[in-house]
């Protein structure tokens, strides 16, 4: 395949509309012809970004891997996206730092995380998940994103803040779905991509810092309360670090678990077979199956980094201030580290199977992935087990060159009777 056959122009929303076949083609090619490729400057989403740099894109695996390990060289202090959103750095401080001020945040939120709390946790997620199935099976059909990959999370995420109301759940669920759909024309009415970003991180933010208050001041047992808590060698996170923690938590974590949901239905209706295989010993598979949908559809198709200095990445030169942005999509589809990457394959094992879907690796490897993955293993059984010879239709996917999201997911299933 040359170049000419294929649209290695991947800087513009124009490749994005594109069927994701294209771009997998794309990134295929980049990979055995030039890992390391430059790109024209993005496409501005709003006139006031300053996106006049092009940037590398990282599309092998084991560059993601050395480039997402080294901060000392590749920061992300200076932006995680494409675009440049300098607006970011109030409401993304965890991820848009570096150590030593990123580790300090990390080692005190890790406190938080106790055998208990992570116990106390997934108990809490199970019941979430099994409340929601109890509304959605009866039905018989609906919008599997709506009615089951958008609420678990929604819901499961306003829990962590302590957060019972209904109506301040639904605001928690609808605001983080559009700070991750920016570039998503059901979000153009608000005005720019800027714009939409910009006013659900400031809503976010203002119930996150208000919960983030109360818990300080009267702690319960939820995950808001053991983070404002949480000492690490004498240091605790201000109220407002507090705040900002979970306002991401509830966005980033929120949409990335949804969408990863939505995929996997998705995936395992397109391959009875590998879906019969799971459920032949759902607790012995289960872990696997997930790993194997996150490397098949990561949830985040990039993060980016910025050198620090001038270094060599693969051959490559990389000046002081070139953006290297890293793309999973390409890199969990690596032939070189999967055999057969194109063919979903539950039976790889982790050890078969490192991909990169929470990240390549070092400091900013996701924190919540086990809880993620938890989740999801939850939504998993419930709807096998309880929604009986379920048809899932198209994804309806979202547009953007960073969420891998599905909007839409229609679903039918033989209604449970209530009991």
């Known amino acids: ?86 607006q970011l750095e109030t409401m993304l401080s965890f991820i848009v730092s570096d150590p030593p001020r990123h580790t300090s945040f990390r080692n005190i939120v890790s406190v938080a995380f106790t055998p208990k709390h992570i116990k106390k946790v997934e108990e809490q997620n199970t019941k979430i998940v099994r409340e929601v199935i109890d509304k959605v099976a009866p039905l018989g059909e609906g919008d ?9 999370p929604g819901r499961i995420f306003a829990s962590y803040f302590g957060i019972t109301d209904n109506d301040e759940i639904k605001y928690v669920m609808d605001t983080a779905e559009q700070m991750g759909a920016w570039s998503d024309p059901d979000y153009a009415h608000i005005g720019s991509p800027l714009q ?34 949480a000492q690490y060698e004498g240091e605790k996170m201000t109220v407002e670090e507090v705040g900002v923690f979970f306002a991401l938590l509830a966005g980033a974590a929120n949409d990335t678990t949804r ?33 194997e949908c996150l490397r098949i559809e990561p949830p985040l198709m990039h993060f980016r980094r910025t050198a620090v200095s001038d270094t060599e990445l693969n051959g490559q030169q990389i000046k002081e201030g070139d953006k290297v942005v890293l793309w999973y999509i390409s890199g969990c589809r690596d032939a070189d580290v999967f055999e057969n990457p194109d063919t979903l394959d539950i039976k ?18 996701c924190l919540g992935n086990m ?49």
């Not at 970004?49 to 695996?61: E, I, P, R």
């Not at 599997?144 to 678990?152: D, G, Q, R």
């Not at 809503?203 to 702690?219: F, T, V």
């Not at 790889?348 to 490897?365: D, E, I, L, T």
Request: aromatic share 10%.
């Open 1 to 86: 395949m040359t170049s000419e056959a294929i649209d290695t122009n991947i800087s513009t929303l124009k490749f994005w509309e594109q069927p994701r076949q294209v771009h997998r083609d794309t990134f295929k090619w980049l990979r055995e012809n030039r890992p390391v490729n430059w790109n024209d400057p993005p496409e501005a989403l709003d006139p006031s970004l300053d996106n006049a740099k092009g940037f590398w894109s990282v599309t092998k695996h084991a560059d993601i891997r050395e480039v997402s390990r080294n901060p000392k060289v590749f920061s992300s202090a200076d932006g995680v996206f494409i675009d440049d959103f300098p």
């Open 144 to 152: 599997l994103c709506e009615l089951i990959t958008k609420e678990v």
């Open 196 to 229: 939409v970003f910009a006013d659900a991180t400031s809503r976010l933010g203002e119930l996150a810092l208000r919960h983030a208050r109360e818990r300080q001041k009267n702690p319960g047992e939820d995950l808001m309360s053991w983070v404002s808590q």
């Open 259 to 291: 969408h990863s949901a939505a995929h996997m239905l998705a995936l395992f209706a397109e391959h009875p077979d590998q879906k019969d295989y799971l459920m032949e010993d759902f607790s012995g598979r289960a872990d696997d199956a997930i790993n």
């Open 348 to 365: 790889r094992s982790w050890k078969q199977n490192p991909h990169q879907a929470f990240g390549g690796g070092g400091p900013h490897y």
């Open 371 to 419: 809880l993620a993955k938890q989740m999801i293993k939850a939504e998993l059984w419930e709807i096998f087990t309880r929604m009986k010879n379920l048809e899932v239709g198209e994804r309806d996917l979202m547009l953007s060159n960073f969420m891998n999201g599905v909007m839409k997911l229609p679903g039918k299933w033989t209604p449970e009777k209530k009991s």
